[in-house]
């Protein structure tokens, strides 16, 4: 039989050592059950979550090893396990930079029983950033020392909260970042704004932790779907990208403007009205991490190497992976 949950996380996560353990320590404050699937980390994210996975009950951890950034389809897979495994009520989505505004559970209800049965919830970013001033302390220890973010987000984001109050709906379809949800049967789904709750956004934490989430981020774009570049997802992943291609540095001025323009329409800053101090009472202990991020050149040469050995599993698996094609897949990786 199932168990019996109230509200349930769900997030895929990819090389957040920094940050995976805090994520799961605090929302698993908020939530009463979280699924992480691991997807193919190469830096020690699989053995922090093996440890967590040890002390917390209530905690899921799965893995997908497979290159590409398909976050969406994954996210369908274990809305089903969720579904299916708790009976949840409520069900968040999740990314590893992300934090509930709020553990206490009166709080987080009154938010959530605004959205009807069957209907979509939205909660909004706020997102912390690097600023030139507290620059060398934020990487110690994210998201605690990471103190100042955006007065305003332009656009605003939100993320999707369902009520699915135990029943099981087959014809969900995540949509891109979980910013929206819809059914494949075409029928609508009521949404609601919930102001009250946030998500404490953390999407750039150090230099070494964007060098390595944009390169391998958007080589795995690339390799989901390869006309990406003309299209508008992932702009700002791809901006990043050319730069850091073109030998741009990524110095401390542009480190903390990226992480104030991340994901905004504004193209400059004025760091004594655009920001503002805050204390998101963030409360954990690390037990099994440090903070410190892997190494840029680590993560990208250790995904390259993962991204070819999944394509040669692929080609493998085929019926016509015949040993004359699998010798034309090797020497076209550069072997």
């Known amino acids: 039989m199932p168990l019996s949950s109230r509200i349930l996380g ?91 505004s709020t553990t ?18 939205l909660v909004p970013w706020r997102t912390f950033v690097l600023t030139p001033e507290t620059l060398q302390q934020a990487g110690i220890d994210p998201p605690k020392s990471i103190t100042w973010r955006r007065t305003q987000e332009t656009p605003m984001f939100h993320k999707v909260v369902l009520h699915l109050d135990g029943e099981r709906y087959d014809d969900l379809v995540i949509e891109h970042g979980s910013h929206n949800v819809s059914r494949s049967s075409g029928r609508t789904m009521p949404v609601v704004h919930c102001d009250e709750l946030k998500l404490l956004h953390y999407p750039v934490r150090s230099r070494e932790q964007l060098i390595g989430s944009v390169v391998v981020g958007w080589i795995a774009n690339v390799e989901r779907d390869s006309s990406v570049r003309s299209s508008n997802l992932h702009w700002h992943k791809r901006m990043l990208f050319d730069r850091i291609v073109a030998g741009e540095s990524i110095d401390d001025t542009f480190l903390c403007e990226c992480s104030m323009l991340y994901a905004q329409d504004r193209n400059a800053v004025d760091w ?34 993962q991204s070819v050995q999944s394509a040669i599993r692929v080609a493998l698996a085929e019926p016509q992976a015949t040993p004359a094609r699998l010798r034309a897949f090797s020497t076209a990786a550069g072997d």
Request: aromatic letters at 8%.
């Open 10 to 100: 769900l997030s895929v996560v990819k090389n957040e050592q920094d940050i995976i353990e805090p994520f799961v320590r605090h929302n698993l404050r908020a939530l009463d059950y979280l699924i992480v699937l691991d997807n193919g980390s190469v830096d020690d994210t699989k053995r922090i979550l093996g440890k967590l996975g040890e002390e917390f009950p209530n905690l899921l951890v799965l893995n997908d090893d497979a290159f590409g950034h398909r976050q969406a389809e994954r996210l369908q897979r274990l809305l089903r396990v969720g579904q299916s495994t708790y009976e949840p009520e409520y069900v968040f989505f999740l990314d590893a930079d992300e934090f509930v």
């Open 272 to 305: 004594h009205s655009d920001v503002i101090e805050e204390d998101a009472k963030i409360a954990y202990v690390r037990r099994y991490s440090t903070g410190v991020p892997a190494g840029a050149l680590q993560l990208i040469a250790a995904s390259w190497e």
């Open 104 to 121: 206490d559970s009166h709080e987080i209800e009154r938010a959530l029983c605004k959205i009807p049965r069957g209907g979509v919830g």
